[in-house]
């Protein structure tokens, strides 16, 4: 499987934080990254970020990202430094540092930016984590979590279901969801 892509991970903060007047809540952020990737998966077959995402009690969590941001790895390595120059943590406040690189990114990788942001900026972090308990990827693990607060690796696999709501960001044609299913795979296995 392609392996996670640090340099999208803390650009996409940025470009979160920069969205919101220079500072994002960690928590929001999170919620952020997962839709994103979650759309992007579907439309494109692949994610943003190749993060791994983790049910946790408030939702949806791309572990990478967020042990980077909290300092969980070595905080010598080239990629917590890339990390470092771009963002900095605040208590639960990511603040943007310098400006974004956008040359990241692919052009598919902002428009789903964008269009998780117009969708869902507007929620708090709080709405968020509750939002992403409908999905079927944290719905899985709901019972688990209840009763143990542990957090548990999400399958990729549920990323191609649906969840209709009254953005319809999440419902798409089964066809459509198995091409891009199908070709994620492909690509993943290569």
Same mark, same amino acid.
């Given at each position: 499987?392609?392996?996670?892509?640090?340099?999208k991970?803390?650009?996409?903060?940025?470009?979160?934080?920069?969205?919101?007047?220079?500072?994002?809540?960690?928590?929001?952020?999170?919620k952020?990254?997962w839709l994103v990737?979650r759309?992007?998966?579907?439309?494109?077959?692949?994610?943003?970020?190749g993060?791994?995402?983790?049910?946790?009690?408030?939702?949806?969590v791309?572990?990478?990202?967020k042990?980077f941001?909290?300092g969980?790895?070595?905080?010598?390595?080239?990629?917590?430094q890339?990390?470092?120059?771009y963002l900095?943590?605040?208590g639960?406040?990511?603040?943007s540092?310098?400006?974004?690189n956008?040359k990241?990114?692919?052009e598919t990788d !902002?428009?789903v930016a964008?269009?998780i942001l117009r969708?869902?900026?507007?929620?708090?972090q %709080? $709405?968020l #984590? &509750?939002y992403?308990?409908?999905?079927p990827?944290?719905?899985?693990?709901?019972?688990k979590?209840?009763?143990?607060g542990?957090?548990?690796?999400?399958?990729?696999?549920?990323?191609?279901?649906?969840y209709?709501d009254?953005?319809g !960001?999440?419902?798409?044609?089964?066809?459509?969801?198995e091409?891009?299913?199908e070709?994620? %795979? $492909?690509? #993943? &296995?290569?």
């Open positions: 499987m392609k392996g996670y892509n640090h340099k991970a803390a650009q996409l903060i940025n470009y979160f934080a920069t969205y919101n007047q220079g500072a994002i809540n960690k928590m929001k952020a999170f952020l990254i990737n759309l992007h998966l579907r439309k494109y077959a692949r994610t943003v970020t993060d791994t995402h983790y049910a946790m009690e408030w939702g949806a791309p572990s990478n990202t042990n941001i909290e969980k790895v070595d905080i010598q390595s080239s990629e917590k890339y990390f470092d120059q900095s943590l605040e639960h406040m990511i603040m540092v310098q400006e974004v956008a990241v990114f692919s !902002l428009e964008d269009e969708s869902y900026n507007g929620l708090d %709080f $709405e #984590a &509750n992403s308990h409908y999905f990827e944290w719905k899985r693990f709901q019972e979590i209840e009763k143990s542990s957090s548990y690796k999400m399958d990729i696999n549920d990323f191609f279901e649906n209709i009254e953005k !960001l999440f419902n798409d044609e089964k066809e459509d969801l091409i891009a299913k070709l994620f %795979f $492909e690509t #993943a &296995n290569a």
